[in-house]
């Protein structure tokens, strides 16, 4: 997929970068019980917004592989990078959905007492953490992918 020769992958994955790491913050923010009111939609909004970024981020980026598997043929260590880049991508993919999926479940037992919302405070933050470093680190993965001589 391109845009004007262009592949759309580097486009699409400035969207990813800013919303992956903003539900995360998000998502560990809402652990203060102050902010929990403020946060639940914005929480909300962005957590689907970052799993939808990532997943198309991740779209993009499996034509992109697929438009350079020529070169990927000829040099063992960008197929070695690009496959370590694919398989962060992969987990990040997931972690920002599981994310979105504990957001939605906390803005619908916001004010719903219970041991489900218990659990939803414990794994909301632990899931913003995942999608932080996952993030840092499917970023870093890509950068040193695309500097392979």
Do not use: C
Not at 1 to 7: F, Q, V, Y
Not at 47 to 68: I, K, N, Q, R, Y
Not at 131 to 144: F, I, K, N, P
């Amino acid at each position: 997929m391109t845009i004007n020769g262009l592949p759309l992958h580097p486009l699409v994955v400035h969207a990813a970068v800013v919303f992956a790491p903003l539900a995360g913050l998000l998502a560990i923010g809402y652990a203060v019980p102050r902010w929990r009111y403020h946060l639940r939609w914005p929480l909300l909004a962005v957590g689907v917004l970052a799993a939808l970024f990532v997943w198309l981020a991740a779209a993009t980026g499996d034509s992109l592989a697929h438009a350079t598997s020529g070169e990927m043929a000829t040099n063992p260590a960008l197929a070695k990078a690009i496959h370590h880049h694919e398989d962060l991508a992969g987990k990040l993919q997931a972690s920002t959905w599981v994310l979105a999926a504990l957001a939605l479940g906390a803005w619908w037992t916001h004010h719903r007492p219970g041991w489900w919302r218990t659990a939803l405070l414990v794994l909301l933050p632990a899931s913003g953490v995942a999608a932080l470093v996952l993030v840092v680190l499917t970023g870093d993965a890509g950068a040193r992918a695309v500097w392979i001589n």
